[in-house]
């Protein structure tokens, strides 16, 4: 009985020390992976930040350079600080990676573009005119277009490596947990055999750990065992500490949620910060453009001003994308789904992208045969995924090519619009790579403009309405994109209903003559924008203050005819400045337009909730503007009418 006993024991704990064995080289094995893709990671992380140098540098040199404003160089001598322990960082992960040759490579190539931009920032502190900066300016873009080269090289064989670690690391853990459970059963049969060959007490030790088995995998805390140095004491030695450590896993668990929470809530912070730190400058380089193009200018000074609109814009446009990835990607993207006319919205789409079209003599037609046919989508969302597609089909289409934009009825609950261009068209295995951000597949190298984020935004705003985007190509014969989303019942489309100014009673009616403006506003660049702008307005006297306590008690004590309002104020904020003027009886029907660089649809619709009568984005359209002022004055705009370009939101020159 003793020898029968013992080999019914034996076995399983055999078979439980060779488990144990094996889940320990199993974990040996995971702790090599991930230190290996660790010291992948750290390659391209170095390598990012080389880049991140090297770009933030260039574009402090360069805007030095461009405008002789010190201000520019702050980028430059920041990263002059970083460039040095980034670079040695980026060295010493590449060694430890056996990767020194490419990294020598990228060394040399960064070290290249520091001096050519010292050299530029030199030149343009002795004065010397633009047009002997073009060369140095070119070379500096040659230079940054190697090392963006060499760090894509570099980083190519670190990045692969890292996704392979990490799917061993995916394959392995499953393993680990399978022998640990294994382990745990086996100890389990080791005490069920002995109850059949040793004494009830034994029995009840038995039980006792079958208990508390069952209390840990329920997550309970476990039963008081007496302490033990036999078999099963050891046994429940081992769930103790089996409990210590799904313990001590949950609470790192919960740690690591509570930093991915926070995480969230900065990167929240800071695009909410950057989108207005962005916005302002970029008010004033496209409201003095603004201000010069109505003025009377040659025709090369003319061509200038619209070279820095068009770039301005797609800066904007740039800006406004990022933001709405990393709003999707958080949940935070809200959109309005209604029945909207599709042929009309393509139309739109096409008319806008016309011009660029016809740069290249490329020909876009309407194919969408059914005027009524209608979908369950975001109007403007939707207008941006068309002119996103239809911009990237005009720009990787060969010269005099064609594209044709087609609708139809799937079914009684999808509607498929299709944008299909005559251009070289897409491998193959390429296509799925373009639906991720930031890859172009060396269009960077063509000279075609872009970021790379136009199709992965295009894609995720499908899906955000409850659609999905997809891509078909053939090479040498051109490429089809397909955007399916919920049909809806047919819309007869309505022509545009004009509308006129808006009807204002008592103090704020008006008939064309003196229009007194109130401006409260804290950057004195943008006052100067709009006081130069308003200059061209006969009648139209402005008046800005640069908080909101001064804004209120000159409103109460002029009653202006109507009020501009930023909401990023010291002190006290545009919104509690609204809700003041608001509560006030003397400046209650004062009408209040927002002018802010925050864009958020949450922001404008609660400040128009509010009482706001408008709000328009920074940076302003002028003409927009002008509009405005017109409709509450009654009389005519003083500026041009609006330049043609996309609505604001969408991109200029999507990727």
Not at 132 to 161: E, F, H, S, W, Y
């Amino acid at each position: 009985m003793r020898v029968k006993g013992l080999i019914v024991v034996a076995v399983p704990l055999i078979a439980l020390a060779a488990t144990t064995v094996t889940s320990l080289m199993l974990q040996t094995s995971e702790s090599h992976q991930r230190n290996a893709a660790n010291t992948a990671f750290n390659v391209i992380n170095g390598a990012s930040l080389v880049l991140t140098d090297a770009l933030n540098a260039e574009t402090g040199v360069r805007g030095y350079a461009a405008t002789r404003d010190p201000v520019f160089l702050a980028p430059y001598h920041l990263s002059l600080g970083h460039i040095g322990p980034d670079r040695a960082a980026l060295r010493r992960a590449a060694v430890i990676q056996g990767d020194a040759g490419q990294e020598r490579l990228v060394d040399a190539d960064a070290a290249r573009v520091f001096a050519g931009l010292a050299q530029l920032r030199a030149e343009a502190s002795r004065g010397t005119p633009a047009a002997a900066l073009i060369t140095p300016l070119a070379q500096g873009k040659v230079n940054m277009d190697r090392l963006r080269r060499q760090i894509a090289g570099l980083i190519r064989g670190p990045t692969a490596d890292m996704v392979a670690r990490r799917e061993a690391l995916n394959r392995t853990e499953p393993a680990i947990v399978t022998l640990d459970i294994v382990g745990l059963v086996l100890g389990l049969l080791a005490g069920l055999a002995g109850i059949a060959l040793f004494t009830s007490g034994i029995s009840s030790r038995v039980m006792a750990a079958a208990v508390n088995a069952d209390r840990l995998g329920a997550g309970q805390p476990l039963a008081p065992v007496s302490p033990s140095g036999d078999d099963l004491g050891r046994l429940g030695s081992s769930l103790v500490r089996a409990e210590e450590l799904l313990t001590s896993r949950a609470a790192e668990l919960m740690v690591a949620r509570d930093e991915a929470l926070t995480a969230t809530r900065a990167k929240n912070a800071f695009l909410s910060s950057t989108s207005h730190e962005l916005r302002t400058p970029l008010n004033s380089i496209l409201g003095f453009t603004q201000l010069l193009e109505m003025s009377d200018l040659s025709e090369q000074d003319g061509d200038s001003v619209q070279r820095i609109l068009t770039a301005g814009r797609h800066l904007l446009a740039l800006i406004n994308e990022l933001i709405d990835i990393a709003r999707i990607e958080s949940g935070e993207l809200s959109v309005s789904l209604e029945p909207v006319a599709l042929a009309p919205l393509i139309e739109e789409a096409s008319q806008l992208m016309s011009p660029l079209a016809a740069e290249r003599s490329i020909e876009i037609t309407n194919a969408c045969v059914s005027p009524t046919l209608a979908l369950h989508a975001d109007r403007q969302r939707l207008s941006q995924i068309l002119v996103n597609l239809i911009s990237n089909a005009v720009k990787y289409n060969r010269r005099g090519g064609t594209i044709t934009v087609t609708c139809q009825a799937d079914s009684d609950e999808q509607v498929s619009v299709t944008i299909a261009d005559t251009g070289a068209g897409i491998p193959a295995e390429d296509l799925q790579r373009i639906f991720v951000p930031f890859e172009r597949l060396g269009a960077e190298q063509t000279g075609i403009e872009g970021t790379g984020i136009g199709l992965p935004l295009a894609r995720a705003l499908a899906e955000v309405m409850g659609g999905h985007l997809t891509a078909a190509s053939t090479p040498g014969q051109g490429s089809a994109f397909t955007v399916v989303l919920g049909r809806a019942p047919d819309v007869i489309p309505a022509a545009p209903a004009k509308r006129g100014p808006p009807v204002l009673a008592g103090r704020h009616a008006h008939n064309g003559d003196a229009l007194h403006v109130l401006y409260i506003e804290d950057n004195p660049a943008n006052v100067e924008v709009v006081s130069r702008f308003l200059q061209s307005r006969p009648g139209t006297t402005l008046h800005a203050v640069s908080t909101g306590q001064d804004g209120i008690e000159h409103a109460v004590r002029e009653v202006p005819d109507i009020i501009l309002l930023d909401l990023h104020l010291h002190g006290m904020n545009g919104e509690q400045v609204l809700s003041e003027l608001r509560a006030e009886p003397v400046t209650a029907g004062i009408p209040v337009v927002i002018l802010s660089a925050e864009a958020a649809p949450k922001v404008i619709r609660r400040l128009l909730a509010d009482g706001a009568v408008a709000y328009l984005t920074k940076p302003l359209v002028l003409a927009e503007l002008d509009a405005m002022l017109a409709s509450f004055a009654g009389g005519p705009a003083a500026g041009p009418p609006p330049a043609a370009g996309p609505p604001a939101g969408l991109p200029a020159a999507p990727a």
